[in-house]
């Protein structure tokens, strides 16, 4: 059985881009201490996420090699303005505004990149998701952050 190397597809690309990634947080953290299991250091759980991102990235990858899939399509330029608009948006509310409103906003700004979005969904996604980081983020890890203005 000859196997013929396909590249080119959204999987290949995919694969590619999340290996860089990894090896960017890779290198980005070498400096930290790792500790055991045990006694965990400050690099040891994002060296955790980082490998398990170049292990599913190299899946990627050699899938795109050796299964043709589908082409990648042309950027969208409104959307991905929007998507990174969010995150700024986001960043800027944070502090000002608190948690709530800044998650509200970022999912809100976020949901214009798609022209399916349905607003009372998109509210609804908000809000449930606003309400998952307030109890994760705030009250089950204590992270000192503003929940409202």
Excluded at 50 to 75: D, F, H, N, Q, R
Aim: no cysteine.
């Amino acid at each position: 059985m000859r196997i013929k190397l396909v590249q080119g597809g959204v999987d290949f690309w995919s694969g590619l881009l999340l290996v860089a990634i990894a090896g960017a947080a890779l290198w980005y953290i070498s400096s930290l201490e790792i500790g055991t299991a045990l006694e965990m250091g400050p690099g040891y759980f994002p060296l955790l996420i980082a490998s398990v991102l170049a292990v599913m990235g190299a899946g990627l990858l050699i899938k795109g090699l050796v299964v043709e899939g589908p082409a990648v399509p042309p950027l969208n330029l409104r959307a991905t303005a929007l998507i990174l608009g969010s995150f700024l948006a986001f960043a800027l509310l944070l502090d000002r505004f608190g948690l709530v409103a800044a998650i509200l906003a970022q999912t809100v700004i976020a949901s214009f990149a798609s022209r399916e979005s349905v607003l009372w969904q998109t509210l609804l996604f908000g809000a449930a998701l606003a309400a998952a980081s307030v109890a994760l983020f705030v009250w089950l890890l204590g992270i000192p952050v503003d929940v409202w203005p």
